[in-house]
């Protein structure tokens, strides 16, 4: 890995980061300081969540809304969290190296006497160093507002939840890297990889909808991604885990791949 | 030879459909400053970027002190210092972190021949990028190109956007560099520049190599017009009698006449000192005419050749002797 330019895209995306980090805090803050109401009216939640079809409320992120874990699983964790995340990844991912193209920087950036592999290596670990932030900011909102409301959540539960948001953003920054590694500017990588993540989306949604449609599960990244579980519990499925690493890894060493042998015009 | 600073064989890079470079072949030796010329879109910056590693040859190959320019990318770039022509730099920074960011990759920051670099092109470390003007940006990617003291520079276009007062500067600079025993590549679609620097050249059009020559050599195949106005007229063929003087119009009344002009200057200038002159314009040599002087023969036989004269390559100093013609 190139250590300069680590740094170089760590300074680049310090700021966007901070501001994602920032929008994340408060997000997180606000959802738990309602948290006391619904814990008030509990009863009445559970039964309102009743009215509708189990597969439903699952399919939107929303169920045992009345716990801790239930309440900012269906209010954040579940589906507004990985919205928020993936634009941040994808962005950043999909300009690795089409941005680079696209601005025609490419050429000088590749005079260097440095290898096309640890150059992008070192872009990727500041995009990996961007998404630990954001997901320490994360956890560490959420553990910050259940302590302002009076709940105590096990540091084992926050950490199986940091693992499971970590491995949801590697595997996103993995397609968005690669789409990005054979391209010419960031619009179509971006574009194609939030295409992809909706269709996942889509996937899992459908999939819980319909026994027909049950297959489905096995091609979406969602089906990896259950933070509210983790926070309930602390559980993680290790192959869950497992199965969004090796998208994100395997992503990756092919778009090093296409780097290295690519043409680096503009 | 390990101690060829560019050798290019064979180097062929098409495009699917669009025209790229064709069958290259020539040696840039020791010390030389190379002169590469072609008008736009001949296939310089194609060549150049081959030679960068930053594309990889249809067939052929391009070698670097030896080193293969795809497959050993990363040394060779240890051996060069690179001016692309298009220039596009990272907006948000100064022009003293970008010298600083391409210096951490070399771990040399060489700060005495960055400040002096810095001093006699007149700029500003400090003005960020994005507030820079076209002329300040290519200083600075000059800067930059020449401050890690590389014993090879491959500069695409390096005068364009830089006014006259600093092109005469930055040609004191190259040929500073070639005393320091430098090997300069420089690409340009402007004969005179090359000219005025070059030891040699080589020319290319439309992909294809023509020629590899002598910048002295050059001097004495491409024509220059003259434009000479008269208070009274002149036979023309007081003109055309001259060796390397053709008549190319004559105003009815005579008293003006367009010359085409080709080798020693001595004989006509003796002439116009003799005759009634009252303004004369001399065009700077353009790259037509000595595109016209090899195409000449060939369509007169109604086709399109690329061969040289005899005896096209003459030496410069430090240099090898070479004369590598391509079709």
């Known amino acids: ?266 | 030879m390990e101690s060829v600073p560019v050798k290019v064989e064979g180097l062929t890079r098409n495009y699917g459909k669009r025209r790229g470079v064709e069958d290259l072949t020539f040696e840039v030796g020791e010390g030389e400053i190379f002169g590469f010329l072609g008008p736009n879109g001949a296939g310089k910056t194609t060549t150049i970027r081959q030679l960068m590693g930053l594309m990889r040859p249809t067939s052929g190959t391009a070698s670097v002190f030896g080193l293969d320019c795809w497959k050993d990318s990363r040394r060779v770039k240890e051996k060069i210092g690179f001016l692309p022509g298009d220039i596009r730099l990272y907006e948000k920074m100064t022009g003293g972190e970008l010298l600083d960011f391409f210096a951490a990759f070399r771990g040399a920051r060489h700060e005495r021949l960055r400040r002096e670099l810095a001093e006699r092109l007149g700029l500003d470390l400090s003005a960020r990028i994005k507030h820079m003007s076209k002329g300040n940006r290519q200083k600075l990617a000059v800067a930059q190109a020449l401050m890690h003291d590389a014993p090879l520079l491959v500069l695409d276009e390096p005068s364009s956007g830089l006014d006259p007062l600093m092109q005469v500067e930055f040609v004191e600079l190259l040929r500073e560099e070639q005393a320091r025993g430098k090997t300069i590549f420089l690409s340009s679609h402007q004969l005179p520049e090359v000219e005025r620097v070059a030891h040699r050249v080589a020319i290319i059009r439309e992909g294809r190599l023509v020629a590899v020559e002598a910048v002295e050599r050059l001097k004495h195949l491409r024509e220059r017009r003259m434009e000479v106005d008269l208070h009274a007229p002149v036979p023309p063929e007081r003109f055309s009698a001259l060796d390397g003087v053709r008549v190319v119009s004559v105003a009815p009344e005579g008293k003006h006449v367009a010359l085409a002009v080709r080798g020693k200057l001595g004989p006509l200038l003796r002439l116009l000192s003799d005759l009634p002159v009252d303004d004369l314009t001399f065009a700077p040599p353009d790259l037509e005419s000595v595109f016209l002087h090899y195409y000449e023969g060939d369509e007169k036989a109604g086709r399109p050749s690329e061969r040289p004269p005899e005896g096209s390559s003459e030496g410069y100093p430090g240099a090898r002797p070479q004369a590598e013609v391509r079709r």
């Open chain 1, 1 to 266: 890995m190139s250590w300069v330019m680590f740094r170089k895209a760590l300074v680049d995306l310090r700021w966007t980061v901070l501001w994602y980090a920032l929008g994340l805090v408060l997000y997180g803050l606000l959802i738990l300081s309602f948290y006391p109401t619904v814990r008030e009216n509990a009863e009445q939640m559970r039964q309102l969540m009743a009215t509708f079809p189990k597969s439903v409320m699952e399919a939107f992120g929303a169920n045992n809304m009345s716990t801790l874990a239930g309440w900012v699983g269906g209010k954040y964790l579940n589906v507004m969290w990985p919205l928020i995340m993936s634009v941040f990844v994808i962005m950043a991912g999909a300009a690795t190296v089409a941005r680079e193209v696209e601005r025609g920087t490419i050429e000088l950036l590749l005079s260097v006497p440095e290898s096309r592999t640890r150059l992008l290596a070192g872009k990727l670990a500041a995009l990996f160093a961007g998404m630990v932030v954001l997901v320490a900011a994360t956890v560490g909102s959420i553990a910050l507002g259940a302590f302002f409301v009076d709940e105590t959540l096990a540091v084992g539960n926050l950490v199986a939840l940091g693992a499971v948001l970590l491995c949801f953003g590697v595997a996103v920054a993995g397609y968005s890297v690669l789409l990005s590694s054979f391209s010419k500017e960031r619009g179509k990588p971006a574009g194609m990889a939030a295409g992809l993540t909706l269709a996942f989306y889509v996937a899992w949604v459908v999939s819980d909808l319909s026994n027909d449609w049950g297959w489905l599960r096995n091609v979406s990244i969602f089906t990896a991604f259950d933070p509210q579980r983790a926070l309930q519990n602390g559980h993680v499925e290790p192959t869950h885990l497992a199965a969004l690493i090796i998208v994100g890894v395997a992503c990756t060493v092919v778009a090093l791949v296409i780097f290295k042998r690519r043409d680096a015009i503009a």
